[in-house]
């Protein structure tokens, strides 16, 4: 192809968030028929940088340039009409409409006054047969009944459709198993050819190097670096993302106090999410949980948390047996889970940062029906010194905080129950990184406290740096843990997520 | 956008703004208050005071109730007029045997239709507003069709009376002496709840201040109102940090059920007749004055002192139209174009500020 | 699309079996000597001493009073339209009585609202009717307009002998009355006083002389007080006749003969207590002792919540008069709170139009142009016992 | 019919999105067998005819809740239609020459009447739904204002009086029947003009890309704003269109009767509340994304069936209301039952299903093995 000629050029974009600064002056170009990766810790600017691509933001400042002249991108629409696709990493469908309707949504072929649903249907079949669904799929159904993966493959389809000259995935292949990773990158290497550029989210290092061409790597906002992708490998492209040895946090040692068991769970089950799920935590241990999406990871954490009905099994903590009622009952002995969507399930934003604390220890700071706050003043402090939540205000809202800060608030809402277990799902989701290393450092030093964590997150050198040992889920199953004695790193931990190769001696 | 501290947002774009936004209905109590004493001069005596307090004690009473409602982040409670009309007829129905037993009753059956209301919504997460409004037509028919569409007068026993109504065919059945009961010193007694006056100041303002304060200290210093307002806020997150949210729905619902049904009884004691009619309207009244007194619809925010504040304005506003000699219903576009504005200017307001919307 | 047609078609046919079932209408006709035998039965019956729960006689018909010629102002003219409605009306062609006898003939009475005033007037229809051996259907479209256009296309439909409609709108009952018209069905205006032109299609109209009766209450105020004083007005439902005949009737009337009769305001509170209370209290405060009177259209809810306020302010100088007669205002009337209402008997109000679609029946000339004035009093503490019980 | 599993579930769920005409159907059937005469073409003309009203009231109203809103306040626009068609005609009839001018000065005035009426239901629904859309207010908090404004207006405007126009031309031809024929004399300007405006409306709605759009809004704003809809505008439309129909409504029964009161719907099962319990009953889903103003027709017909059929059996105003309390509830509690249900098993995973099943028999098995253990020492005791 040659060397070809710029798609677009975005020069020194930034976008500011109350609390953040997302995007801090970045400058950066993509070649037209080039995968161009993005990549970057968890809230490095990446999906912000996109969003702002996709026109999702009226108030960004800097320059760009879309096929040597300069765009505004205020709305979607004007995005699109640039030339810009985006395939979100959530998916934004409506669920109680049909696929086409999905598929074609704000471009509808019209006869006349009329929708022409002939050629709605023509169009969508033609469209679904670039992502080879034709055969699979009615264009009438509605979204609902779609699996998650086909959804994935239409969201794409539909953006397709506008025949983008720039195309953006943001992290697609989170909810593919590996074969229909690969069907993905046949699709993306079709549209390559035609001379779209792409720009592929992803922090899946192995994929990156499977499909991009080029690479650029952003940290606290900033643009690192961008470079050819042969001329960096592995550990070049960790580095520039992390800027700091990830060893940091590394716990070289597990715990000798590591033997008595805290938590027993055996066999247990919720029909549909996860089955038969057997193992040991001891007490001042951290046990990762390894899996991918759809594993039942996160299920686990709701049932052992009395957040979901638990519908057979076992459960033994600290010698009790326990029949799992809901989660004031698990809260009271001493069983925390941190959910992962901290928007909807963790805080709620619109209450003070006391509040949101106490809100779990609402009964026990109470005596005879009335609420002590002032009991919970000296919990506040200590967990204000502990996690050093910035600022120092207890009664700022919860919304007006950056997302690290609020997510220490989540984990101070959850330590402030003073747990024997405490899950953790994915702690450190869209957190700056000085924030990530003091939420692994508590976590750390909790642990060393005797605290038992269950570590839920799809964060590998997370995951990696912290657990005592990973136990790997599949389909629903735990299938086995790895311990430090097997010695894990990232490579195996998620080979074994994957199911690749049959590494484990345990069979279900 | 050259702003590139990395720092929590300012809370304050504007004292003033915020200022308004805090105190808002008071500071138009305050606005209007200037404008009262323009018009009149006798409109700071303390009679006018009173007087003002007094016509919304029972809008007051309602308000407080359906508060909790709003602030567990329901839409309203549409039930509240029939809640009102049924407890007040099964007040007048038990106050036979007592004008305590009366009012007792009517408590209780004001907490079974909160409980049902609240049930269904805390727990199947039912839109509030269609459950309720269908509640309000079903205790409607029940009403109607028990009592044949008669009205019920306290000091009145005939062999009529003791065939219809919901609990009195049974009582008279069970007590067949129940005609010999001197009615008209115990309806007395009933219809002199809305005419008593200790230390000069009627009986249902002493109640609308004493539920006024019991909400208050329900809302913001009990456990169940702490729990109310995280529930509120965010259902999901209240699900979330161990706290039972369905009864906690189902709880603001009784709340609001039993205020309706305490304010039913003194309506009934001011119309010396049980009926159907009496309490309509009231619902969207009472929401109109939660939301002017600052509670969002989206819950968790608000607190029952501006529900009183809401509440007060619009007697202020009702109080200066009539002593301007304005009518009653150019009185009402006013009033609802007063509040449309206040609604919307506060919503800017909240935006400004960062937050979510009203 | 092919589910819905075929559940439309389902519709279709289910539609079809059921008016197939329900197309079976009886055979009507008597014969000539039936009809007479049918007449002289009915003449024989007599429900003149047939009394109300009130103990008061349920057929006394009030005189009528004189229509005094047209005003020229159209302002007057519009009022006095109101107010003689019908009573110098050119009709159209009545239709004649089939003069075979009210028995067995097919009633079918419309009301306003679900009420207990409209449950007592129920009660006095149906005495009625059973006294004359009716057939008698009462419907009720409670205060919905539209509802009771409905009620009106059925009674057609049902091919009632006679509509007895209780309008809920004065000008909105011309097309009522004259679809009812052309049907040719008869029709008597009961409770309320159709328009004018309502009345070209109407037999007859028998309701309370609102106007009457509040100008006999407000002569008997003015006399109590001394032709002087400061009036407030609580009205009903703006519009409505009874707005006209119990406020501005009486403002007309003292603006004519009693000018030291200022009034003050006028105000709409509904009838609803709290809100009246409100709106004396704020009289009080803004006329102080000027105000002396206060004229309210509703004896219940409204007649409470000007009490109390009064008995608040310690305002028992205040002279209070009220539409009537329901168990609470006469209680009031009794406790001296209220100083007089009129008297205006529900029963009567359900009796009288049966009575006179009787004589229709019965082949009575009504006249062409009959009104029939429900009784009128003034109830004052003096006489309030002779009423009791209440009829609501 | 049903070749698979998958055409049953298919079919379950075309009956259930379709169970408003169901509900007809066991309506009719109930109501003619309870009450002898009520598919008499004299009993249906009249039922139809009432539902007119509410089914025009009810398009703005399912097009406002499509895109996921609430219009309180077409109780109100009602009224505003209605006098103000009558009012403006009174005014510009006169100024057209009153009736010495004839016909030509009554063609105008109501032609100008007709669109000052129309413009000021608009109008007013152009005002909720800025509110809404820009300014961001909450509908429900937004139409309770308007509401109350309105029902202000109202009185204010026609000083309290009924308004009726001062000639009597337009109403012989919109109510006259254009055949004499049983059933078919339900078909006059009124009823053919509310049925065309169902159509056309249905049509935007189901036909056009515009009505697409707006399912994509009521289904997911996030989405259909990723789409390049433009949201907001839509958003004011609806409300638009709303105060639209409200106000022909309006208009329509006005001229039927000649007359236009300020408190209609002030008593009894007023407008709103209907319209609100057929839109719910029709289908519409409360929180947007579905609904069909041809399905919310068919409930207002619906319930004005069940109203007539229960006077038609001698019961009162009484059961209607518990009747329309129960059906509403009914729907209501259904719907968050499927929800419900469905919010228990989000996430399953398909693929675990089969081995689920294999599990609870396992489970259900070990337990009864336990019960089956005691059974026997159960029955040595007895």
Redesign the interface.
């Known amino acids: 192809m040659g060397e070809s000629a710029i798609a677009l050029q975005m020069n020194e974009v930034s976008k500011q968030f109350p609390g953040t600064l997302a995007v801090n002056k970045v400058s950066f170009e993509v070649k037209a028929g080039e995968v161009h990766a993005l990549m970057g810790e968890n809230g490095a600017g990446k999906s912000t940088l996109m969003k702002i691509l996709a026109g999702s933001f009226a108030d960004y400042s800097g320059e760009i340039i879309i096929g040597g002249k300069p765009v505004q991108l205020h709305t979607p629409h004007m995005a699109k009409e640039e030339g810009v696709g985006m395939v979100y990493q959530e998916l934004s469908i409506a669920y109680n409409r049909s696929v086409e309707e999905n598929m074609f949504a704000g471009k509808i072929p019209t006869k006349g006054l009329f929708v022409d649903q002939a050629a709605l249907r023509k169009q969508s079949l033609e469209s679904l047969a670039k992502v080879k669904l034709e055969d699979k799929i009615d264009p009438g159904t509605e979204m609902k009944n779609i699996s998650q993966h086909e959804s994935q493959l239409i969201e794409m389809a539909k953006v397709m459709n506008d025949n983008p000259k720039i195309l953006v995935m943001d992290e697609p292949t989170s909810a593919l198993s590996s074969e229909e990773v690969q069907m993905l990158f046949e699709i993306i290497r079709e549209i390559k050819k035609e001379g779209v550029a792409i720009v592929y989210i992803s922090h899946h290092l192995p994929e990156i190097f499977e499909i991009a061409d080029r690479v650029t790597v952003l940290r606290d906002g900033k643009k690192i670096d961008t470079c050819d992708i042969k001329d960096v490998d592995n550990e070049t492209l960790v580095e520039m993302m992390i800027g700091e040895k990830i060893d940091d946090f590394v716990r070289d040692c597990p715990g000798a106090d590591c033997n008595d068991v805290i938590l027993k769970v055996e066999n247990l089950t919720h029909y549909g999410f996860v089955h038969d799920v057997s193992f040991e935590l001891y007490s001042g241990e951290i046990l990762g949980v390894v899996g991918l999406a759809g594993s039942g990871r996160t299920e686990l954490g709701r049932c052992l948390s009395g957040a979901d009905r638990v519908d057979y099994g076992r459960l033994v903590l600290d010698d009790e047996e326990i029949t799992v009622k809901g989660m004031s009952q698990m809260l009271d002995k001493g069983v925390a889970y941190l959910s992962e969507n901290r928007k909807t399930e963790g805080l709620a934003l619109r209450l003070s940062n006391r509040n949101n604390i106490l809100s779990t220890i609402i009964g026990r700071l109470s005596q005879f029906f009335f609420f002590r706050p002032k009991k919970g003043d000296p919990i506040l402090k200590e967990l204000y010194e502990k996690l050093t939540i910035y600022p120092h205000d207890p009664e700022i809202t919860t919304s007006n905080l950056s997302g690290g800060n609020q997510q220490k608030i989540l984990l101070a809402k959850w330590l402030s129950t003073k747990p024997k277990v405490l899950i953790l799902d994915e702690p450190t989701r869209g957190v700056d990184v000085g924030a990530k290393k003091l939420i692994h450092e508590t976590i750390v030093k909790l642990a060393e406290e005797g605290l038992s964590v269950i570590l839920l997150s799809s964060d590998l050198p997370e995951l990696v740096a912290l657990s005592d040992r990973v136990a790997v889920m599949r389909q629903g199953h735990l299938i086995g843990d790895l311990t430090k004695e097997d010695g894990f790193d990232e490579n195996k931990v998620l080979l074994a997520a994957n199911g690749e190769r049959g590494v484990f001696s345990v069979e279900y | ?1 050259s ?2 501290k ?4 300012k ?1 304050s774009h504007n004292s003033f703004t915020l200022i308004v936004n805090k105190f808002g209905v008071f500071f138009m109590i305050l606005v209007l208050s200037v404008v009262g004493v323009l018009v ?1 001069p ?2 700071l ?1 303390s ?2 005071l009173l ?2 307090l ?6 007051g009473i309602v308000a407080a109730g359906i508060a909790f409602v709003i602030f567990c982040g329901q ?2 409670d549409l039930s509240a007029p029939m809640t009102m009309a049924t407890t007040g007829v099964i007040c007048v129905e038990f106050m036979r045997y007592g004008l305590w037993y009366g009012i007792i009753a009517a408590v209780i059956a004001g907490a079974v239709i909160g409980m049902i209301n609240g049930f ?1 919504i805390g ?5 509030a ?3 309720t ?10 009403v ?2 028990s009592y ?4 019920i ?1 306290p000091d ?1 026993a005939t062999e009529k009376t003791y065939t219809t109504g919901f609990f009195l065919p049974i009582m008279a059945k069970l007590d067949p002496n129940i005609m010999d009961i001197d009615l008209v010193s115990r309806a007395a007694a009933f219809n002199g709840l ?2 008593t ?1 200790p230390l000069g100041v ?1 009986l249902v303002l002493y109640v609308m201040f004493g539920v006024m304060i019991t909400g208050y200290i329900i809302m913001s ?7 109310l ?2 529930v509120g ?2 259902y ?9 949210a369905t009864r906690t729905v189902m709880m603001a619902f009784m709340m609001s059920s039993i205020f309706a049904s305490i304010a039913g009884v003194f ?1 009934t004691s ?4 049980g ?1 159907f ?1 009496i309490g309509q ?1 009231y619902d ?1 009244q009472a ?2 004055a939660i ?1 002017l007194g600052g509670m969002s ?2 819950g ?2 608000g607190s029952m002192i501006g529900v009183f504040g809401g509440v007060f304005t619009l ?1 202020l506003i ?2 200066i139209l ?2 301007l ?1 304005i ?11 007063i ?2 504005t206040v ?2 200017v506060n ?2 307001s909240l ?1 400004k500020l ?5 | 699309m092919k589910k819905i047609f075929s559940l439309l078609l389902m519709v279709v046919l289910v539609a079809g079996s059921a008016f197939a079932a329900g197309q079976q209408e009886e055979a009507a006709g008597k014969s000539e000597a039936e009809a007479q035998a049918n007449l002289k039965a009915s003449l024989a019956i007599d429900i003149s001493d047939v009394r109300g729960s009130d103990g008061q006689l349920l057929l006394m018909y009030g005189e009528t009073r004189p229509v005094p010629p047209k005003p020229s102002d159209a302002a007057a003219l519009d009022m006095w339209k109101l107010e003689y409605a019908g009573r110098q009306t050119k009709k159209v062609d009545m239709i004649p009585s089939p003069a075979d006898g009210i028995i067995g003939k097919k009633i079918i009475m419309i009301m306003q609202s679900e009420h207990p005033y409209w449950t007592a007037v129920a009660n006095g229809s149906r005495i009625a009717c059973e006294a004359y051996q009716a057939e008698f259907e009462m419907w009720n479209p409670n205060g919905d307009l539209n509802q009771q256009n409905q009620y009106i296309d059925r009674a057609i439909a049902e091919k009632a002998d006679i509509v007895l409609l209780a309008s809920l709108d004065a000008k909105a009952s011309v097309q009522q009355f004259k679809k009812l018209y052309d049907a040719g069905i008869p029709a008597i205006a009961y409770n309320m006083i159709p328009s004018d032109d309502a009345m070209r299609y109407v037999l007859a109209i028998t309701a309370p002389d609102d106007f009457g009766q509040f100008k006999m209450l407000a002569e008997y105020m003015a006399s109590d007080v001394g032709g002087s004083g400061g009036v407030g007005y609580i009205t009903h439902i703006p519009g409505g006749s009874p707005y006209f005949a119990r406020t501005t009737n009486v403002v007309e009337y003292y603006k004519e003969n009693y000018p030291g009769m200022k009034t003050l305001d006028i105000q709409s509170p509904g009838f609803e207590a709290p809100k009246t209370k409100q709106v004396v209290a704020d009289w009080i405060t803004r006329f102080g002792d000027d105000l002396t009177c206060i004229v309210l259209a509703d004896d219940s809810a409204q007649a409470l919540g000007a009490t109390q306020a009064l008995e608040e302010a310690g305002r028992s100088d205040v002279y209070v008069i009220a539409a009537g007669n329901s168990k609470v205002g006469m209680d009031l009337v009794k406790a001296g709170k209220i100083n007089a209402i009129t008297f205006q008997s529900a029963e009567a109000d359900g009796a009288v139009p049966i009575k006179v679609a009787a004589d229709y029946f019965n082949g009575v000339d009504l006249g062409s142009n009959a009104a029939f004035y429900l009784p009128q009093a003034v109830i004052t503490p003096e006489n309030v016992d002779n009423y009791m019980p209440a009829q609501w | 019919m049903l070749k698979n599993e998958l055409d049953k579930d298919k079919l379950l769920g075309t009956l259930n999105h379709n169970r408003i005409y169901v509900f007809l159907v066991i309506v009719i059937i109930l109501m003619s067998i309870g009450a002898p005469g009520f598919m008499r073409s004299s009993n249906v003309i009249p039922l139809m005819k009432t539902s007119l009203l509410p089914i025009l009231v009810g398009i703005g109203f399912t097009f406002v809740m499509i895109g996921g809103n609430f219009d309180l306040s077409v109780g109100a626009m009602i009224n505003v239609g209605a006098l103000m068609v009558m009012g403006e005609f009174n005014r510009f009839y006169a100024i057209f020459g009153g009736e010495p001018a004839g016909a030509a000065a009554v063609f105008g005035a109501w032609t100008v009447a007709f669109l000052i009426a129309l413009a000021a239901g608009s109008f007013f629904g152009l005002i909720n739904g800025l509110l809404v859309a820009k300014g961001k207010v909450h509908s429900f908090i937004v139409t309770i204002g308007m509401l109350t404004t309105l029902s202000g207006f109202v009185y204010t405007y026609s000083k309290g009086n009924t308004i009726s126009a001062n000639s009597y031309a337009l109403v012989d031809i919109i109510e006259k029947p254009l055949l004499k024929l049983p059933y078919i004399e339900f078909f006059t300007m009124r009823s053919l003009i509310t049925i065309a405006v169902l159509v056309i409306f249905e049509i935007l709605l189901v036909k056009t890309s515009w009505g697409r759009g707006l399912f994509m809004v009521g289904s997911n704003k996030e989405a259909a704003w990723q789409a390049g809809i433009d949201m907001e505008r839509k958003i004011i439309w609806t409300f638009v269109i709303s105060g639209f129909t409200a106000a022909l409504g309006g208009i329509l029964f006005a001229t039927s009767m000649n007359a236009a009161v300020p408190n209609y719907g002030e008593r009894g099962i007023n407008p709103l509340m209907l319209v609100l319990a057929s839109t719910i009953i029709g289908g519409t889903v409360m929180t947007g994304g579905r609904g069909s103003v041809v399905k919310t027709a068919v409930a207002v017909i619906t319930i004005q069936a069940i109203f007539n059929g229960l006077i038609g059996m001698g019961l009162g105003f009484d059961s209607q209301v518990l009747s329309a309390g129960v059906l509403l509830g009914a729907v209501v509690l259904y719907e968050a039952y499927v929800l419900y249900k469905e919010s228990l098993r989000k996430g399953e995973r398909p693929a675990l299903l089969p081995e689920a099943e294999k599990l609870k028999v396992n489970h259900r098995g070990s337990k009864s093995k336990v019960s089956g253990e005691q059974s026997p020492e159960a029955a040595q005791g007895a």
């Open positions: 956008m702003n590139t990395q720092d929590i947002r809370t009149s006798s409109f005596s009679t006018n007087n003002i007094n016509a919304v004690s029972y809008l839409y309203g269904v727990k199947l997460r039912v839109n507003i269609i459950w409004l269908a509640m309000n037509f079903i205790l409607e028919g029940l109607r069709w044949k569409g008669t009205q007068y009145m809305a005419t006056y009627p210093k009990t456990t169940f109102g702490n729990q307002k995280v806020s965010s999901e997150v209240g699900k979330m940090s161990g706290i039972n309506m001011l119309n010396q007749v009926a009619y309207g969207f929401v109109t939301i619809l989206s968790g925010r007697g009702s109080n009539t002593l000699g009518g009653t219903f150019t009185q009402k576009m006013i009033t609802g174009a509040f449309i609604v919307a919503a800017k935006r960062g937050r979510d919307y009203a």
